[in-house]
């Protein structure tokens, strides 16, 4: 089994630092990621191939957006939350420039709470409502039979009895 890369020794852990962060840019930049395990070494830098590649992909690739999200790009992850579930890079592909790790931040520190909410208040609603037509059914006997179900009266001649 291989260790994980943050177990062998001379791998730095941790925050990034400027520096590192123009050397990976650099060779990024000019050589591309070709092979994410070899280019620690090739760049100079005493990290793992996993990490480099995450803070390309998450902080440094051009073209990433940083910042506040619009409300259309809210309301695009809460759809497509609702229809792909956690599955962060199949939401991220349908937003240009968010990578997954930030929808994902995005999701668990802002919208969940007020998806979750909305949700919980959905819940309410559809629970009152079931509780006033119980309310309804118990004051009138005569509304859960007309309500539910469909009376048919048979008018044929061999239902009719004679006295």
Not at 66 to 82: C, D, F, S, W
Not at 120 to 138: A, F
Request: hydrophobic share 25%; charged share 30%; proline share 6%.
């Amino acid at each position: 089994m291989v260790r994980p890369c943050s177990d062998k020794n001379g791998i730095k852990k941790g925050t990034w630092t400027p520096e590192e962060d123009r050397k990976l840019f650099a060779y990024v930049t000019k050589y591309g990621h070709w092979n994410w395990r070899q280019l620690p070494k090739f760049a100079g830098l005493a990290r793992c191939g996993k990490s480099c590649r995450l803070r390309w992909k998450n902080y440094l690739k051009p073209g990433i957006k940083r910042g506040n999200y619009t409300q259309e790009e809210e309301e695009t992850i809460v759809k497509l939350h609702a229809k792909f579930g956690n599955r962060w890079s199949k939401i991220a592909s349908h937003l240009p420039g968010r990578s997954d790790n930030e929808i994902k931040n995005n999701w668990h520190a802002r919208l969940k709470k007020h998806f979750q909410h909305s949700s919980v208040r959905n819940e309410k609603s559809v629970e009152s409502t079931q509780e006033r037509d119980v309310s309804l059914e118990i004051n009138n006997p005569f509304h859960s039979i007309s309500s539910s179900t469909p009376q048919t009266h048979d008018a044929s001649p061999s239902s009719q009895q004679t006295p």
